[in-house]
């Protein structure tokens, strides 16, 4: 690995359709507050699953700029 992390890069390839796809039908039938509580287990997870922090503090410095 290169020290900078390359957040955005397409890893899923033609599989990230798929896998949208279940995280949208994973949602189906839940409340809002079911379904962010469910977008918050996920993200630990996830987190749990990548184990770098300074990948996961670069992650939320890119949602975040996302978000404004």
């Not at 279940?22 to 039938?29: C, Q, Y």
């Not at 996961?56 to 410095?61: G, Q, S, T």
């Amino acid at each position: 690995m290169s020290g900078k992390p390359d957040i955005g890069k397409d890893r899923l390839g033609p599989h990230g359709d798929e896998f949208y796809a279940a995280l949208i039908d994973v949602h189906e039938g839940l409340s809002f507050e079911e379904s962010a509580a469910l977008n918050a287990r996920l993200v630990l997870v996830l987190a749990n699953l990548v184990g770098d922090t300074k990948r996961l503090n670069k992650a939320l410095e890119t949602a975040r700029k996302g978000a404004s």
